[in-house]
């Protein structure tokens, strides 16, 4: 970190550094047309305030250690974009207006999604950081107007106050990230001839350095700056100083999820009007995805709930009564769509943004049950595919009083294992209670279980956040089998994330971490009695 500290410093960035796999380019770009995101929030470099998916994926554990080394450890991110060129598309020489100032403090991440390669990448005069003027304000000094200086003028322009000064375009691919000064020059050029090139900007600065608005109708010096205040995000440490509109993170505010127990006695009605009955159970966050939710469905014979589509959620459907048909498809239109037949104890797991339906081809009424979750995009370079799971089939496996088989597990956008295995549990046998580092479901198909001293019978659902004790027993007289399902957010040893996380024990301790870094985050931002007035009107 040192040697790269001192390159940033006389160069004015570094990299490329490899920092998102292939997988995780890949589902931004879906992010980016079938995500449905909100609209950034008061300005086009608003993506992290109004979409926790940008803001996740600004916080990345090994992004931010190195800001940390740039920056100092109290960092505020006050802009985050998404930036298209299309084939022979030019971005003029420029410096950014919002981090242009002589003083410093200003780190900007430019990271390649598509269609990265040295011709379209970042161009950079090394070392014009330190010039003290920003290029806009040389050209202006020649009577250049902007996009008239080609890169060799401009370079000439940096010899004359730093001579070490090189003009250099990295090469680079899909996942590479360049970190650079706010006031370095820069530009580009996507020199192709099919395919835009898409890429990342997050904009960083240390507490305290001022973020003003620019007037974009000005992008000639001298600049104009806006009276609107640019919302920032703090993402490291604290700021005190007031100097920025500090916004609280866009995740909503969701109900820390506790231990579910949801017994389910079948047949369930029907909905004879709309044919498709959905029944929710439950929604919240743990302390290993952002959102956890599940619920059950009905769907009358010769019926689908929508048609083909696609969801940021990742999602794992379970059959538990009748034969039901997925659609698993490549677009909305359905077309050439992979239709499978999916029978009682059997499932599905669909990555996100996988286009899929249902359909109900038999003459009677068919019952499912859904879990779909969101996390933070990790870093997992071939995360699990579309796969299908006929559990229904195993047969017993043991006579063992507890055997299991595992019949799913790998990593997946969201998660560091997504672990499924069928349990067979002898009568009176069991395991004594303990706790999880991961999430645990577990959904029973066929005998009798108890946990907790809650007894579940067939299709019955539990749920076990991290740090929920529990355990089990069979109390019935034949086998209990029943599908496990874990959810692990990180690996043994393995850092979790960047931004306050949940702790892994009591839900009460997890309730109180995150009240605690919400008035933080909102103190820093704005005044007491901002703070405790919605407080006050909802009690009064």
């Known amino acids: ?44 470099k608003g993506c992290a305030a109004s979409d926790c998916f940008f803001l996740q994926l600004a916080t990345r554990p090994a992004l931010l250690a190195r800001l940390r080394s740039l920056l100092g450890n109290d ?43 040295r011709e379209s990448a970042l161009q950079l005069i ?31 322009w940096a010899h004359e106050v730093v001579p070490s000064a090189r003009f250099v375009q990295p090469a680079m691919n ?91 006695k079948l047949p369930l009605p029907e909905d004879r009007v709309r044919r498709w009955r959905p029944q929710h159970f439950f929604a919240g966050a743990t302390p290993n995805v952002s959102r956890m939710s599940a619920h059950v469905s009905v769907l009358s014979p010769g019926y689908s709930p929508h048609a083909p589509h696609a969801h940021p959620e990742e999602e794992i459907l379970i059959v538990l009564d009748g034969e039901a048909e997925l659609v698993i498809a490549r677009n909305e239109s359905g077309f050439d769509a992979r239709r499978e037949r999916l029978g009682a ?16 081809a038999i003459a009677t009424p068919i019952t499912y049950l859904m879990f779909k979750w969101t996390g933070a995009p990790r870093e997992t370079e071939a995360p699990l ?54 999430d645990v479901a577990i959904v029973v198909l066929s005998g ?25 027993k069979n109390p019935g007289p034949g086998i209990a089998r029943y599908l496990v399902f874990e959810f692990h957010g990180s690996l043994p040893g393995e850092a979790t994330g960047s931004l306050p996380t949940p702790l892994r024990r009591s839900s009460w301790r997890a309730w109180g971490y995150r009240v605690y870094w919400e008035l933080r985050r909102r103190f820093a931002a704005t005044s007491f009695w901002q703070v405790l007035r919605p407080i006050y009107r909802r009690f009064r």
Not at 139 to 155: D, M, N, P, T, Y
Request: glycine share 8%; with cysteine; hydrophobic share 35%.
């Open 1 to 44: 970190m040192q040697r790269e500290c001192e390159s940033f410093s006389q160069h004015g960035f570094i990299g490329p550094v490899p920092l998102l796999t292939r997988a995780q380019c890949a589902l931004i770009m879906r992010h980016l047309h079938h995500g449905d995101s909100p609209e950034p929030l008061k300005w086009e």
């Open 75 to 117: 960092i505020l991110l006050w802009g985050a974009s998404l930036i298209t060129r299309e084939p022979n598309q030019v971005h003029p020489w420029h410096t950014d207006i919002e981090s242009s100032a002589s003083g410093g403090r200003f780190v900007s991440v430019w990271i390649g999604i598509e269609n990265t390669s």
């Open 126 to 156: 090394t070392g014009s950081h330190a010039i003290g003027r920003t290029i806009q304000q040389v050209a202006h000094e020649h009577g250049v107007r902007r996009g008239e200086a080609s890169a060799a003028a401009v370079l000439d």
């Open 174 to 264: 899909n996942g590479d990230a360049l970190f650079f000064d706010g006031r370095l020059w820069h530009g580009s050029e996507n020199i192709r001839t099919t395919g835009a090139r898409t890429a990342l900007l997050f904009q960083y600065a240390a507490a305290g350095a001022p973020v003003k608005m620019p007037d974009f109708s000005q992008l000639e010096w001298p600049f104009r700056f806006k009276h609107s205040r640019v919302p920032v995000l703090l993402v490291s440490g604290s700021d005190s100083t007031r100097t920025n509109y500090i916004v609280p993170p866009p995740a909503p505010a969701m109900t820390v999820l506790t231990s579910q127990f949801r017994p389910l």
């Open 345 to 360: 104890g059997s499932f599905v797991y669909y990555p996100a943004f996988q286009f899929h339906t249902i359909h109900n």
């Open 385 to 438: 595919e579309t796969t299908l799971n006929k559990t229904g089939r195993i047969g017993r496996t043991s006579n063992l009083p507890f055997a299991t088989e595992v019949v799913c597990e790998g990593p997946t956008h969201y998660l560091a294992k997504l672990h499924a295995h069928m349990t067979e549990l002898q009568p009176g046998a069991g395991y004594a209670r303990h706790e999880d580092d991961h």
């Open 448 to 472: 009798i279980a108890e946990t907790l001293g809650h007894r579940l019978e067939p299709h019955s659902l539990v749920y076990f956040p991290a740090g929920e004790m529990h355990d089990m």
